[in-house]
């Protein structure tokens, strides 16, 4: 469970950083650009932390080793269709 809470911390950081981005952008402090780049990574990064926080509860689930779980590249889950 620790290793699930050091996940959901970081989940919480990148969205601060998400609100803080758009609030840059809002001030004037940086372009439309950089903001659009800068919440594109973000955003692949969150999608992996929360693709590996549903691997480890499902692992939980079924009685399997969560620290099997695995991140998985960005390109694979950014594939999935909701």
Known sequence: ???????????????????GLRESLASGEIDSTTEHQ?????????????D?????????????NPDDAQARPSSQVEGYLE
Not at 1 to 19: G, H, S
Request: hydrophobic letters at 35%; one cysteine or more; a negative charge.
């Open 52 to 64: 590996l926080l549903r691997q480890r509860r499902a692992k939980t689930e079924f009685g399997e």
């Open 1 to 19: 469970m620790e290793q699930d809470q050091r996940i959901l911390a970081r989940i919480t950081e990148m969205v601060e950083d998400e609100r």
């Open 38 to 50: 800068r919440l594109g990574v973000l955003e692949r990064e969150l999608d992996q932390c929360w």
